[in-house]
Each structure stands twice: as structure tokens, then as C-alpha cells.
């Protein structure tokens, strides 16, 4: 049974900074590709980014490039989403998800059909 847990979530003001973490447990940590996903109320899921195997590739969604930053600890089991310059418009639940298939080393899909495992979601607020 896997299971991805996130943390860190909560209620920021504009301009300030949140590290979301994802634990995964049931499989190793390093066969899955990781993604963050979010969904403001009213708007479908969106993709924020992810991180190949290795750790050795990132892709960013345009809205969060250059504020967000995604990185993994694989002997940690444990991804992180470290969120900075946050803005109102980033208020969200914020989801990881796992790809547990086996594709190029620097391969992150960006749709969420990709992904095999989610976790429960986080929820971050941004204050004006």
C-alpha cells in the first residue's frame, strides 16, 4: 500500500514564504517520478511541477516559475515544494502525487492522469 502524506500547509501573507513536504511510504521512494498539484476553489487541478527520479530534472507550471522550487531526499523518502514571493492568487490545496512508471531519467509528465498515487492535500491561504 502506498501512501504520500503532506505537510506545511497553512495561512500566509503576500510576499511570504511556505515549504510543503510529501512522505511516501509502501515502495521505494526513488522509482517514482514526483509531482505538486493545486486546486483554488472553483478551478480544475492544476500542475505546479515536478521532479524526475533522480532528482536531476524539474519542470515548473509559467505561474510558479522563479518563486517555486521542488527537490527530493530520496534517503528521506521525502519531497519537498519550497514556496516563495506566495501571492494571493496561489491559494490552494496543494497535492503530490507519484508516477510509478519507469520512463527516461528526466522525464516529468505534467498531466495528472500520469500520476498513479495522490496524497490528501494541503491547504494553503495567502492573505492580501
Known amino acids: 500500500q502506498v501512501q504520500l502524506v503532506e505537510s506545511g500547509g497553512g495561512l500566509v501573507q503576500a510576499g511570504g514564504s511556505l515549504r510543503l513536504s510529501c512522505t511516501v511510504s509502501?515502495?521505494?521512494?526513488?522509482?517514482?517520478?514526483m509531482g505538486w498539484f493545486r486546486q483554488a476553489p472553483g478551478k480544475g487541478r492544476e500542475f505546479v511541477g515536478g521532479?524526475?527520479?533522480?532528482?536531476?530534472?524539474?519542470k515548473y507550471a509559467d505561474s510558479v516559475k522563479d518563486r517555486f522550487t521542488i527537490s527530493r531526499d530520496n534517503a528521506k523518502n521525502t519531497e519537498y515544494l519550497q514556496m516563495n514571493s506566495l501571492k494571493p492568487e496561489d491559494t490552494a490545496v496543494y497535492s503530490c502525487?507519484?508516477?510509478?512508471?519507469?520512463?527516461?531519467?528526466?522525464?516529468?509528465?505534467?498531466?495528472?492522469?500520469?500520476?498513479?498515487?495522490w496524497g490528501q492535500g494541503t491547504q494553503v491561504t495567502v492573505s492580501s
Open positions: 502525487a507519484a508516477d510509478s512508471e519507469i520512463n527516461g531519467s528526466s522525464w516529468v509528465p505534467q498531466l495528472a492522469t500520469a500520476y498513479d498515487y
Open positions: 521532479i524526475s527520479r533522480s532528482g536531476s530534472s524539474t
Open positions: 509502501g515502495r521505494t521512494f526513488s522509482t517514482y517520478t
